[in-house]
């Protein structure tokens, strides 16, 4: 077993042990490393002037990195174990500065410049991975890869217009710059096996497999963590620092998306991003819904089982598993269990989970030939922000009947509720504007939301019975043109 986590920034390997292990990324960067081109403003990932480009061990392309951008302000040095680390510093070219940072400064895309080398490394991200996908990177797909970056003072057009005058004939890639295969010999090694690292107020455990994962848990109380955006977040703005982290990161059947023959399972390390970018063809909705979840940065950490077990009654992807059949798959001391997931939540922040267990993914069925999915989600903002009521349906219309339907409202109550009269109210109904208008009378009264900061009681009320009548209005003009 080894004692310290293992990474690389900007080609150099480092040990971490001790303190420096539970530090967030950007502390580290800026207080032992003395690279300061990494900001930090918010502290909590919504700003992105802290954003830095991570390659993952656990994650490669034939055979090289999958260069991603993250924000270093909630990400934990331990949960970086097996990572190449690459600052706005290990961008340049030699002494000279790369065509990404020449492009800044040819746009004047920078006043004060404290946003800035956020700026860069996301567009260098972005460039990245269009090149890596083959794919040209238009106006649209810049500002998508600056959607998690804010800037005060220059302002976004001269930021963008750097963007698109990047000469990608000068841009050299991170995969040409560094030395992958160096970098791989090491981490792969050290990743073969198991991490402890532990101070006098902190530890934190880092299995290789499940069965170690397990031992662990038997033997200790521990926070689970697999992403940790939450945990970033809480950290930096409570000052939770939890004594015993167990981290699921380095353990392979996590970091994986299985497709089976009628089934798809997710690990729980696998992000947001991953989903998005390799479940389109069996969930497109709820693929696009992710797309608008949050940024880049964010969806490169944060995970889809971080989501399910943080039980929040406005969690974005719980209703879509509610109705899509899903299962939580357990794992513990007496073996793996599964849980479907509208029996997982028994009330406010509580689990039909033992504490000698972990969640291992997720098993989500896939859609009957006939089966369609719908989902809404209702914010202040169109991206990137809080929901305020979220409404989900599977459902098989046949011959202008509705032959099945299975409904999930979040935002309404201590938990994501099935509305279970409502469904009863439209199953083998004609789909009428009449037989809606009078679910949706069900579906008010069904609702037992509270008032909040985000919007009354009542509010929450209208628009669940809205989304139902949206729903209606919106499939009823397909199946008049003739739409599947």
């Known amino acids: 077993m080894r004692d310290y986590i293992s990474v690389f920034i900007n080609g150099e390997p480092r040990r971490i042990s001790g303190n420096e292990a539970f530090m967030t990324l950007s502390d580290y960067l800026r207080y032992e490393r003395g690279l300061v081109g990494t900001k930090v403003v918010c502290s909590e990932g919504d700003c992105g002037a802290c954003t830095v480009i991570i390659g993952n061990s656990h994650k490669l392309k034939n055979g090289e990195f999958d260069y991603v951008p993250v924000n270093s302000c909630i990400s934990f040095m331990h949960i970086l174990d097996g990572c190449h680390i690459i600052t706005v510093e290990g961008l340049k070219n030699d002494e000279e500065l790369s065509e990404v940072q020449e492009s800044m400064v040819r746009n004047h895309g920078a006043q004060c410049g404290f946003c800035t080398p956020g700026f860069v490394c996301a567009m260098n991200a972005g460039i990245e991975s269009s090149l890596r996908d083959g794919k040209e990177m238009n106006e649209q797909k810049m500002k998508n890869s600056l959607t998690g970056n804010l800037c005060r003072c220059t302002g976004y057009k001269s930021i963008i217009e750097a963007g698109l005058d990047i000469d990608l004939k000068k841009f050299v890639p991170l995969t ?188 989500i069925p896939l859609l009957k030939k006939d089966e369609k999915i719908k989902l809404y989600k209702t914010s202040n903002r169109k991206d990137m922000d809080i929901s305020i009521v979220t409404f989900a349906s599977k459902y098989t219309v046949e011959k202008d009947v509705l032959k099945d339907i299975s409904i999930a409202v979040g935002g309404v109550g201590p938990v994501v509720m099935r509305a279970k009269n409502t469904e009863s109210e439209l199953i083998g109904q004609q789909f009428d504007k009449a037989i809606f208008d009078k679910a949706a009378a069900v579906l008010k009264s069904e609702v037992t939301p509270i008032d909040d900061v985000r919007g009354s009681a009542n509010f929450r009320r209208i628009l669940s019975k809205n989304l139902l009548l949206k729903f209606y209005a919106e499939e009823s003009l397909n199946i008049s043109r003739g739409v599947n």
């Open 176 to 363: 040409e710059k560094f030395d992958t295969k160096k970098i791989l010999s090491t981490l792969t090694h050290d990743m073969s096996v198991d991490a402890y690292v532990k101070t006098d107020t902190n530890e934190v455990f880092l299995p290789t497999t499940l069965q170690s994962a397990v031992a662990t848990l038997k033997e200790k109380k521990v926070t689970l963590v697999s992403g940790a955006s939450d945990l970033g977040v809480l950290y930096n703005k409570r000052g939770l620092d939890p004594e015993s982290i167990l981290g699921l990161h380095n353990i392979k059947e996590m970091t994986e998306i299985k497709k089976n023959k009628d089934s798809v399972f997710i690990g729980a390390r696998v992000n947001l991003h991953q989903i998005e970018e390799e479940l389109r063809d069996e969930f497109y909705e709820f693929t696009h819904m992710i797309h608008i979840f949050a940024s880049p940065q964010i969806k490169n950490r944060a995970t889809l089982i971080g989501n399910v077990a943080n039980a929040s009654p406005i969690g974005d992807s719980i209703p879509f598993l509610m109705v899509a059949g899903a299962s939580v798959v357990l794992m513990g001391t007496n073996g793996e269990r599964e849980v479907e997931i509208n029996s997982f939540y028994l009330g406010y922040k509580k689990l039909d989970m033992k504490e000698d267990e972990f969640i291992k993914g997720v098993k």
